[in-house]
């Protein structure tokens, strides 16, 4: 699969700033003397072609980076609840988007718990900022490798790539 964000020869240089199409939702923790309950997402709160089709729950150590990494087609819907706090990096390289050439990070996790829907093409990261282990729960609108798991996964990595323009901090 190749990379619609791939870069020429000319550096890519991003602006700081929301980007079209990422929906950041803060979360709301119901908490009574048996713990907490969190709803990360309803149907009547999101576009049918965001609609979640699998979801999985990952476990990041501290100090971990998972990605930069994009989707051709898939929506990833990110619930970061904690425990641990994550630094979360989105760069828009669509070609046809309003915010073209911005990066956007944010913290979230256990003192901000937060939904973040992200569409296909643009490049996103987390990095477990924390000093425990840290779950993120992703919902995506696709299957992963397809229905049975046979055809091509839907991902183009960037964290091996020496020339990526997408640095973290």
């Given at each position: 699969m190749t990379s619609p964000a791939e870069p020429d020869a000319t550096p890519v240089r991003f602006t700081e700033g929301a980007i079209a199409g990422v929906s950041i939702t803060p979360l709301t923790r119901h908490s009574d003397d048996r713990g907490?309950?969190?709803e990360l997402f309803r149907r009547d709160e999101l576009a049918s072609d965001v609609l979640p089709a699998m979801a999985y729950l990952s476990e990041t150590l501290p100090g971990v980076t998972r990605g930069p990494h994009e989707h051709?087609?898939?929506t990833d819907c990110f619930a970061?609840?904690?425990?641990?706090?994550?630094r979360?990096?989105?760069?828009d390289m669509r070609h046809t988007s309003s915010t073209q050439g911005r990066r956007q990070t944010l913290d979230v996790g256990e003192h901000n718990p937060t939904r973040v829907i992200v569409p296909p093409g643009v490049v996103h990261a987390y990095r477990n900022v924390g000093d425990v282990p840290g779950w993120v729960l992703n919902a995506p609108n696709q299957l992963f490798a397809g229905h049975g798991r046979c055809q091509p996964v839907d991902e183009i990595r960037h964290e091996n790539n020496p020339n990526?323009?997408?640095?973290?901090d």
């Open positions: 907490w309950l969190v051709v087609a898939q970061f609840l904690g425990p641990g706090t994550f979360l990096y989105l760069w990526s323009p997408f640095h973290l």
